[in-house]
């Protein structure tokens, strides 16, 4: 069974930093393009990062551009979002996805997903 598990997610000040984490299984990690994504409350699922299968592209959107870093080690078969800087506008659940086609920035075109970790920022 495929699974993708985040964690590392928790209530932090702004400005401070947390490094999520998603650990795959049942599927072959170094075959699919990896992507974080963040929901708010009453809001659709955001593309927040996603990185390409051979771990040469990255691509942040612009509002975290500078302060998240995603990245991949694919003898752990886990992808990682590094922020820092946080602010309170950040928070979101903030879900896993994996691609077997391309580090693409819409939900939709992602075959697996994770059931999201909790990200809080207080002001």
């Known amino acids: 069974q495929v699974q993708l598990v985040e964690s590392g997610g928790g209530l932090v000040q702004a400005g401070g930093s947390l490094r999520l984490s998603c650990l795959a299984s049942?599927?072959?990690?170094?075959?699919?393009?990896m992507g974080w994504f963040r929901q708010a409350p009453g809001k659709e699922r955001e593309f927040v990062a996603a990185?390409?299968?051979?771990?040469?592209?990255?691509y942040h959107t612009d509002s975290v551009k500078g302060r998240f870093t995603i990245s991949r080690d694919n003898a752990k078969k886990t992808v990682y979002l590094q922020m820092n800087s946080l602010e309170p506008e950040d928070t979101a659940v903030y879900y896993c996805?994996?691609?077997?086609?391309?580090?693409?920035?819409?939900?939709?075109?992602?075959?697996?997903w994770g059931q999201g970790t909790q990200v809080t920022v207080s002001s």
């Open positions: 996805g994996a691609n077997y086609y391309i580090a693409s920035s819409s939900a939709r075109e992602y075959d697996y």
């Open positions: 049942g599927l072959t990690f170094s075959s699919y393009a």
């Open positions: 990185i390409s299968r051979s771990d040469i592209s990255t």
